[in-house]
Nanobody
Framework: QVQLVESGGGLVQIGGSLRLSCAAS????????MGWYRQGPGKQRELVAG???????NYADSVKGRFTISRDNAKNTVYLQMNSLKPEDTAVYYC????????WGQGTQVTVSS
């Protein structure tokens, strides 16, 4: 099993930046994909950014050019750097790891003021 611990959420002004972290522990050798998802008020959960075990990344159209997903293998941690934040980025952000198992973090709130 994989356990995920998220950090870095908070309140930020429009146009500001925030970096989310997701630290993985447990059977980390089995992870083939890690991603950041978000669920805004009244919306379905959506994939924001993902990265494979080979380092291939993918982004939602709404965040391309503003968000960057990266990883630090030595720390077993995935990051989401969020720049030029907009009110529509307000959501609960969840980290996910997939492989033989499907693990989710607890979620962290990101609020962008208008």
């Amino acid at each position: 099993q994989v356990q995920l611990v998220e950090s870095g959420g908070g309140l930020v002004q429009i146009g500001g930046s925030l970096r989310l972290s997701c630290a993985a522990s447990g059977s980390i050798f089995s992870i083939n994909f890690m991603g950041w998802y978000r669920q805004g008020p009244g919306k379905q959960r959506e994939l924001v950014a993902g990265i494979t075990s080979h380092g291939i990344t993918n982004y939602a159209d709404s965040v391309k050019g503003r968000f960057t997903i990266s990883r630090d293998n030595a720390k077993n941690t995935v990051y989401l750097q969020m720049n030029s934040l907009k009110p529509e980025d307000t959501a609960v952000y969840y980290c996910r790891a997939t492989g033989p198992y499907n693990s989710w973090g607890q979620g962290t709130q990101v609020t962008v003021s208008s």
